[in-house]
């Protein structure tokens, strides 16, 4: 039986980020719409007027023009995949959203739910390594997940359409300033929350000043507290981790030294083996006959 098409036109992925932190992370769809996969641990989603909980594994839809900010527990770092999408068009409801109501909600997709943790690990493949045809299929991958998400809206026990309750007080989410302060008062320091996020993302291509922007200081004084606590510069960590993590690849698989490269988070398979034989006075193809 024929049924008729739920999206009336080809969503786009204006842009995305994949973020680690325990600062609040802002959420500006500025004209487009928002999904946000919590993709480990906890958080409150705050705007002025409204306050959701999210847990690991739930998505929170935020419409377009909607401003809101992801707020982690103290002290506990969440890490939240944000896709911006456009051209996001379902049938009989107004442009950008996924439910009647212009208001952004939780959808809490079951974390044993393969299907959609399947499709952003593609969607999230295609994005980081651009290639021929990748927009043609992050954008196919896009109605995929938006269609799981409206089926899963459809089973809902209380769907964002219905009457919602009184109002939750909300108070202000705080500045990544006194967010900052707590955090060092929890025991964590820009130091460590530097080392945590390069060990999470050693495979994006990462600069000092990327790093410096995770934890809201100069690039000059997070190289000075990073080599003082962890004994190396921010960027030699990032090539550590990289190294450590290609040594495992070329242990425990059979991936050739090109993939194994592109996955630690270098495009250029020669430039990879140079810095592998600098690091471990091994070639890659001999360190894995040795080993």
């Given at each position: 039986?024929?049924m008729?098409s739920?999206?009336?036109d ?8 994949d973020w680690?932190g325990?600062?609040p992370l802002?959420?500006s769809p500025?004209?487009?719409?928002c999904?946000?996969w ?7 989603a705050r705007?002025?007027q ?7 594994g ?10 809101m900010?992801?707020q ?8 939240a995949?944000?896709?911006y ?9 107004p442009p950008g959203?996924?439910t ?13 739910h393969?299907?959609?943790?399947r499709v952003l690990?593609d969607?999230?493949y ?5 290639q021929l045809?990748?927009?043609d299929?992050i ?8 269609i799981?998400c409206?089926r899963e ?5 209380h769907p964002p359409?219905a009457?919602v309750p ?15 302060a ?6 964590f320091s ?6 945590v996020?390069?060990e999470q993302?050693y495979d994006l291509?990462?600069s ?6 995770q934890v ?5 004084h997070?190289?000075?507290v ?9 960027i030699q960590?990032l090539?550590?981790?990289?190294i450590d993590?290609?040594?495992r690849l070329l ?14 988070g270098y495009p250029?398979?020669?430039y990879?083996n140079?810095?592998?034989s600098k690091?471990t ?11």
């Amino acid at each position: 039986m024929n049924m008729p098409s739920v999206l009336l036109d080809i969503p786009q992925l204006a842009s995305w980020c994949d973020w680690t932190g325990i600062d609040p992370l802002p959420i500006s769809p500025v004209g487009r719409s928002c999904l946000v996969w919590l993709r480990s641990g906890s958080a409150e989603a705050r705007s002025a007027q409204h306050l959701l909980t999210l847990k690991e594994g739930m998505f929170l839809f935020v419409p377009p023009n909607a401003e809101m900010a992801l707020q982690p527990p103290p002290g506990l770092p969440l890490r939240a995949i944000v896709f911006y999408v456009a051209n996001l068009r379902v049938q009989g409801l107004p442009p950008g959203l996924l439910t009647a109501r212009e208001l952004p909600f939780v959808i809490p997709v079951k974390p044993d739910h393969m299907q959609f943790k399947r499709v952003l690990e593609d969607i999230l493949y295609e994005a980081r390594t651009p290639q021929l045809g990748s927009q043609d299929i992050i954008s196919s991958l896009l109605r995929t997940l938006i269609i799981h998400c409206l089926r899963e809206l459809a089973t809902y026990e209380h769907p964002p359409d219905a009457p919602v309750p009184s109002a939750v007080p909300v108070q202000p989410a705080q500045s990544p300033e006194s967010s900052r302060a707590r955090n060092q008062e929890n025991g964590f320091s820009v130091a460590q929350n530097v080392k945590v996020y390069i060990e999470q993302h050693y495979d994006l291509e990462l600069s000092l000043s990327d790093l410096a922007q995770q934890v809201f200081v100069s690039p000059y004084h997070l190289a000075h507290v990073f080599k003082e606590e962890v004994g190396m510069s921010p960027i030699q960590y990032l090539i550590k981790c990289r190294i450590d993590e290609a040594k495992r690849l070329l242990i425990e698989t059979e991936q050739s030294v090109r993939d194994i490269a592109l996955k630690v988070g270098y495009p250029n398979a020669n430039y990879f083996n140079l810095l592998f034989s600098k690091m471990t006075g091994h070639s890659p193809g001999k360190y894995r006959k040795h080993k």
